[in-house]
């Protein structure tokens, strides 16, 4: 694995769901000092720098991370399983959304619906493309055709993080059209 797609992942691992397996601390909007997060990585035998940090985030493929305003922090655009508030306003989603998944979790969305499970939101995808990469990620991947529109009428609420992956709280079964 090259160093880009380590730190990656290492940097989902501490900015989405255990920031205390390296003693930093988020702030509630899921902000942290660069220099704290290079300070705490290298005590925790990670090799990471001001350079290679600015490269995971540039050259990400999914700009899964952010950099403050300012340039002094960094946080994940999404994927959390910390409860932090993103700020984002809800938004008005396009008509229909889909989310990939894989045939044997089929049963229980139909029973339960989609659930956000350990992340904050439940993710869902503006292009089937992107569908298919995501269930791909499990195994053969099945699309679900979500009806945003009634949902968003009905009064659900949407959110679209800064990296374009649309997040609500959860999606009701009735809404999901199943192929
Ligand atoms: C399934 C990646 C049983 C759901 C991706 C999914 C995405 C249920 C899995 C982002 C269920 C949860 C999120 C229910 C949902 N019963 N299974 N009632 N409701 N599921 O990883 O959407 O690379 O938490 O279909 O690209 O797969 O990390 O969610 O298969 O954007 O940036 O339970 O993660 O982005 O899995 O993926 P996940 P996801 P990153």
């Known amino acids: ?10 940097l989902s691992l501490v900015l989405r769901h255990k920031p205390e397996t390296v003693g930093i601390v988020l702030d509630d909007a899921g902000w942290v000092k660069i220099s704290e997060l290079i300070e705490a ?11 290679l940090l600015l ?3 540039h050259e990400n493929d999914k700009q899964r991370f952010a950099i403050s305003a ?5 946080r994940a655009n999404q994927g959390h399983s910390v409860k932090v508030d ?3 306003t809800p938004q008005v989603p396009p008509e229909k959304l889909y989310h990939g998944t894989v045939a044997k979790f089929l049963t229980n969305i139909q029973e339960q619906g989609l659930l956000r499970a350990e992340r904050q939101y439940v993710h869902l995808s503006a292009d089937t ?13 099945v699309i679900l055709v979500i009806d945003t529109q009634k949902m968003s009428s009905d009064g659900m ?4 993080s800064n990296n374009g992956v ?8 009735m809404y999901i059209v199943f192929p």
Do not use: C, N, Y
């Not at 694995?1 to 290492?10: A, E, G, H, P, Y």
């Not at 300012?70 to 960094?74: A, K, R, T, V």
């Not at 609420?157 to 679209?160: A, E, H, K």
């Open 1 to 10: 694995m090259d160093s880009i797609v380590r730190t990656s992942k290492f």
């Open 41 to 51: 990585s290298r005590s925790s035998g990670q090799t990471l720098d001001h350079d």
């Open 55 to 57: 490269r995971v985030v």
């Open 70 to 74: 300012d340039g002094e922090s960094i």
């Open 86 to 88: 993103l700020g984002l």
């Open 129 to 141: 493309q992107t569908a298919q990469r995501v269930g791909m990620r499990r195994g053969k991947p």
């Open 157 to 160: 609420s949407f959110f679209l």
């Open 166 to 173: 649309w997040l609500t709280p959860h999606v009701p079964a």
